[in-house]
């Protein structure tokens, strides 16, 4: 019986009459993926709580030092991404892994702001039931934020507080490239895995990465958070001209 739903489905993506067949298919991950969203990912593993808490007290701790170094913070970032997308794996059938984070930077944009950027690669291979691995791609993602230093003035004596801005992503900045597609199936088959899995890298990144960068942001002080700054790139620029 496998076989042969197998080979009506592969009929009817040669007969190009598939397509409510693949919508359908894309509606329902993507809402299976939007419920375990809503209900929280850690509820399918309570590691990922873990690791985040790792992760801002590492970071934490690196604020002590004259020059804060972000590479262990990006190795525990790492961690969490592969897990996150491990449980997305498990939600949609959409395989996320071989995640790297390049480099965290912060740009500053004055003395007390700066433009946040986390560069994500990773290998992503979506499979459809019945078909298993349909495409293999390479996968680019950038989420950036603002972070800046205010004056509490909820505060009598107006101590300085963290404010993180708005996490820009969107499915049309999320870069995808095909490396691999199996043989004898048609475009709108392709086209279908790369839809699905920008859309999934989306909402991923939107719902679950962002607020965690968030808060991750939001759990420094200050002084940190000065020191994650440094200097405008004008006013480095200046001071190399003029030494």
């Given amino acids: 019986m496998f076989q042969l739903w197998k080979l009506v489905l592969l009929c009817g993506l040669l007969a190009g009459t598939s397509a409510s067949l693949l919508d359908i298919r894309g509606n329902d991950v993507l809402r299976k993926l939007e419920s375990g969203l809503?209900?929280?990912?850690d509820t399918f593993d309570s590691t990922l709580e873990t690791i985040f808490q790792n992760l801002k007290t590492e970071l934490e701790s690196r604020c002590s030092d004259e020059v804060v170094e972000t590479q262990e913070t990006e190795n525990l970032l790492e961690q969490l991404i592969s897990r996150i997308f491990q449980v997305v794996y498990s939600l949609t059938g959409v395989r996320i892994w071989n995640v790297q984070v390049a480099n965290i930077t912060f740009e500053a944009t004055s003395d007390h702001?700066?433009?946040?950027?986390?560069p994500i690669t990773a290998d992503v291979t979506v499979n459809l039931p019945l078909?298993?691995?349909i495409v293999n791609l390479d996968l680019k993602v950038d989420p950036q934020t603002t972070v800046s230093i205010e004056n509490d003035t909820d505060t009598e004596t107006g101590d300085s507080k963290v404010v993180v801005g708005e996490c820009t992503n969107s499915p049309e900045s999320i870069s995808l490239t095909v490396l691999h597609s199996r043989f004898g199936l048609l475009n709108n088959v392709v086209d279908f895995g790369v839809s699905l899995a920008r859309n999934v890298v989306s909402s991923v990144v939107q719902d679950e990465l962002c607020p965690r960068f968030r808060e991750l942001l939001e759990s420094l002080d200050a002084e940190c958070v000065k020191k994650l700054i440094g200097e405008p790139q004008d006013t480095q620029d200046?001071?190399?001209e003029g030494s």
């Fill in 38 to 41: 809503e209900r929280g990912l």
């Fill in 113 to 118: 702001s700066a433009d946040v950027k986390i």
């Fill in 131 to 133: 078909l298993g691995e």
């Fill in 238 to 240: 200046e001071t190399g």
